[in-house]
Nanobody, 125 residues
Framework: QLHLRESGGGSVQAGGSLKLSCVAS????????IGWFRQAPGERREPVAA????????WVNTSVGSRFTISRDAAKNTLYLQMNNLKPEDTAMYYC??????????????????WGQGTQVTVSS
């Protein structure tokens, strides 16, 4: 069974940066689709960025554009989300999630079966 734990959230002013980390433990030998999702109060959960651990590209939501970068250190089983030039609208709970049954990258959160506890990101103007 795969387990995910996020860290790195916090409070910053607009224009600041944060780097989120998601450490995977347990069954990390198989490939899976893994990504970052966020949910603001009263809003729907939305995908932010994702990749497939077996290769095949990266997806990043156009709403964050080049401000956010997703990456992975396979040796450390850690997924990252570098967030630059943060805006107040980026304020949300950020979750790391994985679809351990996926054979390709996708962003349909309904199929993601492993979720971390979330880390809060708050951006003030």
């Amino acid at each position: 069974q795969l387990h995910l734990r996020e860290s790195g959230g916090g409070s910053v002013q607009a224009g600041g940066s944060l780097k989120l980390s998601c450490v995977a433990s347990g069954d990390v030998t198989s490939d899976y689709s893994i990504g970052w999702f966020r949910q603001a109060p009263g809003e729907r959960r939305e995908p932010v960025a994702a990749l497939y651990t077996g290769g095949g590209g990266i997806w990043v939501n156009t709403s964050v554009g080049s401000r956010f970068t997703i990456s992975r250190d396979a040796a450390k089983n850690t997924l990252y989300l570098q967030m630059n030039n943060l805006k107040p609208e980026d304020t949300a709970m950020y979750y790391c999630a994985a679809d351990t049954l996926a054979i390709v990258l996708h962003i349909d959160s309904r199929s993601y079966n492993v979720w971390g506890q979330g880390t809060q990101v708050t951006v003030s103007s």
